[in-house]
């Protein structure tokens, strides 16, 4: 499920409902790979050996795990080009 979308403004339900549920891992960019190298390298082990869905961070005295550290993620809708929304 994609939580950054939502559901689909749309007449059509099978568009309407296709971030819920819908995707699987060959439709979504990010997880057309995993576990790859970090550039520039890490030092230290890593928190998430899997996805890093919430990222790394690390300083020179050690890796900092996901309990050490905070973050912020914004997003907004854009309309697409053309100023059309879903269901035209």
């Known amino acids: 499920m994609d939580v950054t979308t939502g559901q689909l403004d749309s007449d059509d339900p099978a568009l309407r409902w296709f971030y819920l549920g ?3 891992a060959y439709r979504i960019a990010f997880n057309d790979d995993y576990a790859r190298d970090f550039v520039p390298a890490k030092t ?3 928190s998430e050996t ?3 869905q919430r990222g790394e961070a690390e300083w020179g005295g050690g890796n900092l795990y996901f309990d050490q550290w905070d973050y912020r ?3 907004r809708m854009l309309p ?3 100023g059309r929304t879903g269901g035209d």
């Open 22 to 24: 819908g995707l699987d």
């Open 80 to 82: 697409p080009e053309g």
């Open 73 to 75: 993620f914004q997003w």
């Open 44 to 46: 230290h082990f890593r």
């Open 50 to 52: 899997v996805d890093s």
